[in-house]
């Protein structure tokens, strides 16, 4: 199993640019959660989807994010327009069931907007 | 609104020692609570789950406690080696019917063994 996939590893954008980070979630598992990690406030939710439906986008800090699932394979998370306080570790993670089961997270999507 | 604190945020020790990380959170209403490792540059792996109803879980020299009543669980490892250098955080899981895995996590505890 090649774990949770996400793209780019590491992104370098402007302020304003739009964003799009990837994700392939593990084969099977039907829960997908997209969080973001900085220094500042730690590893925060930002969005969970179940059955390839947002079921809490609470955490998504304003408009300017989005977060899709087309099918169960992959999922985006954009941001449009950028600035530099959305500079972070995003991490996909994914895992099967509702709930109580192991979470796998991907290796994270570093970004730096400049 | 349920907040995980995680004591101490960094913890040095010479290789052989047996150490204790500690994770409190204020509402006791959880499903299950996760230990997690992250190295540097890397995302988390989970190390341990605790459901609700259970008081500890073990793999290999890595033990985790959990009181749900007092609200703290504790990540016992046993003759840590330079190996076990990482970032350690728990997290909880609320105790809601559409919460899922939806996650919040402790500030973690850096650590480091010295050879």
């Not at chain 1, 199993?1 to 598992?29: F, N, W, Y």
């Not at chain 2, 073990?58 to 016992?76: C, E, F, I, P």
Request: net charge neutral; glycine share 8%.
């Amino acid at each position: 199993d090649a774990g949770v996939i996400q793209s780019p590893r590491h992104e370098v954008t402007e302020m304003g640019q739009e964003v799009t980070l990837r994700c392939k979630p593990i084969s099977g598992h039907n829960s997908l959660f997209w969080y973001r990690q900085t220094m500042m406030r730690g590893l925060e939710l930002l969005i969970y989807f179940n059955n390839n439906v947002p079921i809490d986008d609470s955490g998504m800090p304003e408009d300017r994010f989005s977060a899709k699932m087309p099918n169960a394979s992959f999922s985006t998370l954009k941001i449009q327009p950028s600035e530099p306080r959305d500079s972070a570790v995003y991490f996909c993670a994914s895992s099967f069931g509702w709930t109580g089961n192991t979470i796998y997270f991907g290796e994270g999507s570093w970004l730096t907007v400049v | 609104k349920q907040e995980v604190t995680q004591i101490p945020a960094a913890l040095s020790v010479p290789e052989g020692e047996n150490l204790v990380l500690n994770c409190s959170f204020t509402d006791s209403a959880i499903y299950n609570l996760q230990w997690f490792r992250q190295d540097p540059g890397k995302g988390l792996t989970s190390l341990l789950l605790i459901q609700s109803s259970q008081r500890e879980q073990t793999s290999g020299r890595l033990n985790a406690s959990l009181d749900k009543s007092s609200g703290r669980s504790t990540l016992y490892i046993a003759a840590s080696q330079p190996g076990d250098s990482a970032t350690y955080l728990c997290a909880v899981s609320p105790r809601s019917s559409n919460a899922g895995n939806m996650l919040t996590f402790g500030g973690g505890t850096r650590l480091m063994v010295k050879p």
